[in-house]
């Protein structure tokens, strides 16, 4: 099965957006796209290429490395994931880690940076089936989308589900340390200038602090089968 249109999903840091995105694109055979990951990419690149240093951003250099950043997704198919890849290399596990996370929230502010990104994201989704997670994405990306979802929990539940996510993977962090980052996105994300996270009009609100995740896939499942009867 494929959907005709595209669905748009929004929320907070850690709110489970990529749970539902993921069950939503293997249910309905969907390309589901991570737009998080994207911007951690970006962030990634330039860490390496010190576009990046203590927080600071160098514009200038930024401006000058921008086409030189390539990003796309490739499905790995023992663990049925697509993963990023940054200019041919599988950075699929690194842009999950800490530093990253630390400092893709200043990264994600720049309008040049959002205008690339976003260019690629609306090619992508251009002729329908995808399912997209972000904080633009029914704003922005899709302000047409027809189902626009804006998922969001409370900040300690959702640090504490990134938590137990990142000591699964080995991660040396407190909770405090993950809480404190994730407040810190959350205010930077809500408060930005450009494009800040913000729940579109016509986006249905999922407050998961309570759900479980087979209540919250019934839900978005009814969403879908009427959407597809409108
Ligand atoms: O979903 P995530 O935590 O992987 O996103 C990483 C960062 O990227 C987060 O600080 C918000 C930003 N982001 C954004 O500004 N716009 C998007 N469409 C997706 C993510």
Redesign the pocket.
Known sequence: MSLPFNIAI?GH??CG??TIAKAVASKYGMRYI???????AVTLYCMRNNVIKNKEVDLVKLNAELDNIAINFVFNAETKQSETVLNGENVEKIIRGFEV?DN??IV??IQQV?EK?IAS?QEIGREGNVVM?????GTK?FPDAKLKLFVTASAKIRAQRRYDELKKKGEKVTFEDVLSNLTL?DD??TNREI?P?LQAKDAILIDNSQFSIQKQNALIDDLITTKLGE
């Open positions: 929004d840091s850690s957006k990529s991570d737009t998080g990951a994207m911007y951690r996370s893709v929230s994600a502010q959002r990104l994201q997670d972000g904080r633009d994405i990306v996105r930077h994300d494009n996270l």
